[in-house]
């Protein structure tokens, strides 16, 4: 993935040489996310326009935002890096490799979730990450540096030793969490193993045959993981502080809408997605351990560059996780 977009990392890497005109403020702001529960704050702000309404009130009425939702994150920093989308609401690891490798032209606004992701396995023979065998593929929604694919690794290393934080790699294929669900609901495809997010973590489990959990990312990670942020290139929050600010502002309406009326911010999630999934289902999941973590702080994130500056994925490592976030979300207690 990264081959393919070298140029366009290039590009992002000179940010500061670009024209004064790209740097203006806009009044139409692209945003994308991936499917799953996990995005639901951003499907909240969609149809409660909390964006719009907090940028009006920072002074800055008249903004529209779009909204688009891609399969992956390595779909979703392409987009940005081509300049397709301004803000991204996806996983961690993207956000460390584009901070990385655009040596700080990239940064997060705020955190939206840090839910549980699951490796789901309904191969019978697979109860650990030891039973994975050379041709069993699991499936990731980016290899390698989607944030499941890295904890992945982690887990790696930690049971199999620090110098085979790799092994698993060569298992992952690359498929979004709906094409997963599908291959999964398929006896005959070749993908039986899948590192899930809600609500195809609980879809899996009830509707697959033989369906079982191999694999909590909080187990490896000693305790909740930040799965899904905002983030966006220095050079558009420099352009744009009052909407940088309205983000964090809507986000936390999201969340504490999702925590005070949990059944309206269901119907809203199922309106926005169209998801089919009965609203007392999505309701009983939303009860399941780690299932309330919308946070505004960054959770785990530091562990999580650490493993990546140790296996040389990034080349430097933040000494906080303030360094790969956007003063708007340095007075929370993130790590």
């Known amino acids: 993935m990264w081959r393919a977009c070298a140029a366009a990392i290039a590009a992002v890497a000179a940010l500061g040489a670009a024209s004064p005109a790209s740097a203006q403020q806009k009044s139409e702001i692209l945003l994308s996310r991936q ?7 951003s499907h909240i702000m969609e149809k409660n326009k909390l964006i719009e309404k907090h940028a009006a009130s920072l002074g800055v009425p008249g903004i529209t935002t779009k909204w688009l939702t891609l399969s992956g994150g390595g779909a979703q920093t392409d987009a940005l890096l081509a300049g397709g989308v301004d803000i991204l609401n996806t996983g961690t690891g993207n956000l460390l490799l584009l901070w990385d490798r655009t040596r700080g032209g990239v940064k997060g606004i705020v955190a939206t979730s840090a839910q549980p992701m699951t490796l789901i396995s309904r191969d019978a023979n697979i109860k650990s990450l030891k039973d994975i065998g050379p041709s069993d593929k699991i499936a990731v929604p980016t290899v390698k540096v989607s944030t499941q694919a890295i904890v992945l690794q982690i887990a790696a290393a930690e049971l199999f030793g620090a110098d085979q934080w790799s092994k698993l790699d060569a298992n992952t294929v690359q498929l979004g969490h709906p094409d997963a669900y599908v291959a999964m609901s398929n006896s005959q495809h070749e993908v039986r193993n899948h590192f899930a997010i809600p609500p195809f973590t609980f879809l899996e489990l009830k509707n697959v045959p033989g369906a079982h959990v191999v694999l909590r990312s909080p187990d490896v990670m000693g305790g909740p993981l930040s799965q899904a942020q905002f983030f966006t290139t220095t050079k558009f929050a420099d352009a744009n502080p009052k909407i940088i600010q309205a983000v964090r502002d809507a986000t936390k309406e999201a969340q504490d809408l999702i925590r005070s009326d949990t059944r309206t911010a269901v119907e809203i999630y199922k309106e926005i997605t169209g998801d089919k999934t009965s609203a007392e289902d999505l309701l009983a999941w939303l009860k399941e351990p780690g299932m309330m973590e919308w946070n505004l702080q960054p959770q785990g994130t530091m562990k999580f ?17 303030t360094d790969y976030y956007l003063p708007v979300a340095h007075d929370l207690k993130g790590n």
């Open 35 to 41: 499917p799953g529960i996990f995005y639901m704050p």
């Open 305 to 321: 560059a650490a493993h990546l500056h140790k296996v040389g994925t990034l080349k430097s490592m933040p000494k906080a996780w």
